[in-house]
């Protein structure tokens, strides 16, 4: 597997409008817009650093992978996101080598990426996520 870079750190927050004041007015990033991605019931907010990204994430669902996050551990850090050089290659070598995966096939993910994630018990309680970007 070929990482390429670390793609973007996901923040969970109870709201995004909320939220990003504190990275736009307190640390000065650029707000780079938002996006809901209906399937995953999550509306995500990016804020560029360097070659990576800030992603703050919100619910749009009680039901939710974000919602149920929140509930447990609140808001903070949720996911660590790798870009991949090829993501289908990526999951097969992971899953050889018997690693536990939320996502056995690529999804689609928050600008149009191609995304899958590693379950946290594979990565000491971190929830990894891999990326492909076109």
């Known amino acids: 597997m070929k990482i390429l870079k670390i793609d973007h750190l996901g923040v969970a927050v ?3 409008a909320a939220g990003k004041n504190f990275w736009t007015d307190v640390l000065g990033l650029r707000f780079e817009g938002a996006e809901t991605v209906a399937e995953q019931k999550v509306t ?6 360097g070659e990576s990204e800030v992603e703050l994430l919100e619910s749009t669902a009680p039901d939710g ?27 097969e070598e992971l899953k050889a080598k018997g690693i536990q995966l939320i996502d056995a096939k690529p999804r689609r993910g928050a600008g149009g ?18 990326c492909e970007r076109d």
């Open 44 to 49: 995500t907010a990016f804020f560029p650093v």
């Open 14 to 16: 109870n709201s995004i």
């Open 65 to 91: 992978p974000i919602a149920k996050y929140l509930e447990k551990k609140g808001e903070g850090i949720q996911h660590i996101a790798f870009r991949v050089e090829n993501l289908e290659a990526a999951l």
């Open 113 to 130: 990426a191609k995304i899958a994630f590693i379950h946290p018990k594979a990565a000491s309680g971190v929830l990894v996520e891999l």
